[in-house]
């Protein structure tokens, strides 16, 4: 491993708050190996809602004989139910996202660490979403947190039985992963990982746009994600304008749910044709439509992108949107702006646009795992 990769790993365990970590070319190669990962007789334990890599790292480990059960989405006292159920004969291993963009809300850290550790379990953590992201101290001048060290540090949690599995491509915009943990997880697993062995490591071009991208998150990493914050409120708000909501809180992917009579499809290609690009993706609540926001969204591409699809979800072509109309298309929640303050006005804020792809582009923006 060269030194830069070396370097690397250290800066990154530091950034999420483990003792160690490792880089990986994707989350993909790491969670198929998610077996290095177990401790001896474990039975694993399966969050309903998470990210489609981590559950196929849970369905090769079960093909491989592992025990498997799945529990409902942030659901501890399902998780209980299962675990008192397990007697205790096997070591319990949930995995689970860190931030479930879908819901809009941080994985329940606290009540599932307090669910297996009577059993000696150990918590295996999707972090993509929330890296780059969330971080220290989340207060509502700023509402994303410090340093964007993603779940255990919006948390403030230090626990030698979380390991952290994260791309680096949602949040900073390189196609690079990374595991972090204890020591003797790291350990563990790169003695036991057959990706590592197997597999092409992470390439000199993809080390070095990793350290530019965490040079910038320390440079501008604060700037980026106030300015983040207020294109996501502004957006949220432009919606309230128009009789409309999105889930998601804070989070720059914002979810539209749609009610039965509206084809997601029919609305995607509506704003196709208006040159506003959204995204399909299905998940466990079905087909979303989602817009995806970045620190380099101007408050008109925000205005342009509400307008067009308020026009979008008006039935008839060519016609002329009235709210009530719009109102039937969705159903409107409006946001509550108190839980989140008055967004902090930040100076300087044109420097981002210099950074390039590594933050500016990345946080929010990539779908590369």
């Not at 540090?153 to 992963?177: D, M, N, Q, W, Y």
């Not at 466990?284 to 979800?313: E, K, P």
């Not at 298309?329 to 981002?352: C, K, N």
Request: some cysteine; glycine content about 12%.
């Amino acid at each position: 491993m060269p030194e830069a990769a070396r370097e690397l790993e250290i800066d990154l365990a530091r950034l999420v708050g483990c003792e160690s970590a490792l880089l990986g070319s994707s989350t993909l190669h790491v969670f198929w190996d998610l077996p290095a990962l177990l401790p001896a007789h474990p039975l694993l334990l399966v969050d309903g809602g998470v990210y489609p890599i981590g559950r196929w790292g849970c369905e090769r480990a079960a093909a491989m004989g592992i025990p498997a059960r799945v529990f409902r989405h942030y659901d501890p006292e399902a998780l209980a139910r299962i675990l008192r159920a397990s007697g205790g004969r096997r070591t319990p291993v949930v995995v689970a996202d860190g931030f479930c963009p879908v819901c809009g809300v941080p994985a329940p850290l606290a009540a599932l660490l307090d669910c297996i550790e009577p059993y000696g379990g150990h918590l295996i953590l999707d972090d993509t979403q929330s890296l780059g992201i969330w971080g220290l101290d989340p207060v509502p001048a700023m509402p994303y947190g410090r340093g964007g060290g993603g779940s255990l540090r919006r948390c403030g949690i230090e626990h030698g039985r979380i390991t952290l599995v994260s791309s680096l491509a949602k949040g900073f915009g390189v196609p690079v992963a990374m595991l972090a943990g204890s020591r003797g997880i790291t350990r563990r697993f790169q003695a036991a990982s057959l990706t590592r062995v197997h597999c092409s490591p992470p390439s000199f071009a993809v080390l070095h746009g990793a350290r530019a991208a965490l040079e910038a998150n320390c440079q501008f990493g604060e700037v980026l994600r106030a300015r983040l914050a207020q294109r996501v409120i502004a957006f949220r708000q432009r919606l309230a304008d128009l009789g409309l909501a999105a889930e998601g809180g804070l989070f720059p992917v914002q979810g539209l749910t749609l009610v039965p009579s509206v084809d997601p499809v029919r609305v995607h290609a509506r704003l196709l044709g208006q040159g506003v690009t959204a995204v399909l993706a299905r998940g466990h609540r079905g087909t979303r439509l989602s817009f995806l926001i970045t620190a380099r969204h101007r408050r008109d591409d925000l205005d342009q992108a509400a307008a067009a699809l308020g026009v979008a979800l008006w039935p008839y072509p060519g016609g002329r949107p009235r709210p009530q109309a719009i109102r039937t298309g969705l159903a409107a929640r409006p946001w509550p702006a108190h839980r989140i303050g008055h967004p902090t006005q930040i100076g300087g804020i044109d420097r981002g646009a210099q950074l390039g792809p590594q933050l500016d582009a990345g946080i929010g923006a990539r779908r590369d795992r």
